[in-house]
T-cell receptor
Framework: EDKVVQSPLSLVVHEGDTVTLNCSYE??????LLWYKQEKKAPTFLFML????IEKKSGRLSSILDKKELFSILNITATQTGDSAVYLC??????????FGSGTQLTVLP | ETGVTQTPRHLVMGMTNKKSLKCEQH?????MYWYKQSAKKPLELMFV???????ENNSVPSRFSPECPNSSHLFLHLHTLQPEDSALYLC??????????????FGPGTRLTVT
C-alpha cells in the first residue's frame, strides 16, 4: 500500500523565519510528488516534482526531490502570516492516483 | 476562485435524508475525483472517473453513490448517512492520459454535517 508521511505535523514560527517541511514516500512505480497549500478551503497546487535534484522555485517557496532517499522538502523563506496553512504532500504512482500525507500545519505569528 | 465549483458549500442532513453533492469543472479535463477530508486525517480518495468511466472505488460504503453524466459534471448521492460521515468532501479534476494523471485542481468543498 502506498504511503506518504509528512513531518512535522505542526510548526509555529515568527514572521521572517525560514521553515523546512518534510515529506517521505513509499509509492509503487513512483511518477511524481506534488505539494499543495490548503487554507480554509480547497488545496491549491504549488509544485510538481518528477526529477531528483532539480529545485523548483516560486517566489519564497522552493522544493526539491530526492528519488534515491524517497523524500522531498518544501522550503519557505522570510515567512509571512499569509503563509499560515496546511501544506500537503502527495505522491502518484502506477495507479495514477494521488496518495496524500496528513499535512503539516504551519502557523506564522506576527 | 478555481475552475472547479461545488454546491452546496455547506450541508446539514439527518441520517434518513437523501441529498446530492454537485461538482462542475470548467477546465476541459477528462478525469474527476471525490475525496473525503476528516479532521486530523489525510485526504481519502473515494471515487475516480476517467473519461466518464469509474475506475476507482476505494471501499466506499454503498450509502455513497457517485454519478458522472459527462466529463464536466460529477455528483455524489448520499443516503442513510452516519454521523461519522461528517467531513469536508472535495471534488477535483485533472487531465489524464495513458501514462499518467498528475496535477489535480480542487473545488472549494462541501462541508457536510450528519445529525
Amino acid at each position: 500500500e502506498d504511503k506518504v508521511v509528512q513531518s512535522p505535523l505542526s510548526l509555529v514560527v515568527h514572521e521572517g523565519d525560514t521553515v523546512t517541511l518534510n515529506c517521505s514516500y513509499e509509492v509503487t512505480n513512483f511518477r511524481s510528488l506534488l505539494w499543495y497549500k490548503q487554507e480554509k478551503k480547497a488545496p491549491t497546487f504549488l509544485f510538481m516534482l518528477t526529477s531528483s535534484g532539480i529545485e523548483k522555485k516560486s517566489g519564497r517557496l522552493s522544493s526539491i526531490l530526492d528519488k534515491k532517499e524517497l523524500f522531498s522538502i518544501l522550503n519557505i523563506t522570510a515567512t509571512q502570516t499569509g503563509d499560515s496553512a496546511v501544506y500537503l504532500c502527495a505522491g502518484t504512482g502506477s495507479a495514477r492516483q494521488l496518495t496524500f500525507g496528513s499535512g503539516t500545519q504551519l502557523t506564522v505569528l506576527p | 476562485e478555481t475552475g472547479v465549483t461545488q454546491t452546496p458549500r455547506h450541508l446539514v442532513m439527518g441520517m434518513t435524508n437523501k441529498k446530492s453533492l454537485k461538482c462542475e469543472q470548467h477546465l476541459g479535463h477528462n478525469a474527476m475525483y471525490w475525496y473525503k477530508q476528516s479532521a486530523k486525517k489525510p485526504l481519502e480518495l473515494m471515487f475516480v472517473y476517467n473519461f466518464k468511466e469509474q475506475t476507482e472505488n476505494n471501499s466506499v460504503p454503498s450509502r455513497f453513490s457517485p454519478e458522472c453524466p459527462n466529463s464536466s459534471h460529477l455528483f455524489l448521492h448520499l443516503h442513510t448517512l452516519q454521523p461519522e460521515d461528517s467531513a469536508l468532501y472535495l471534488c477535483a479534476s485533472s487531465q489524464a492520459n495513458d501514462r499518467a494523471s498528475y496535477e489535480q485542481y480542487f473545488g472549494p468543498g462541501t462541508r457536510l454535517t450528519v445529525t
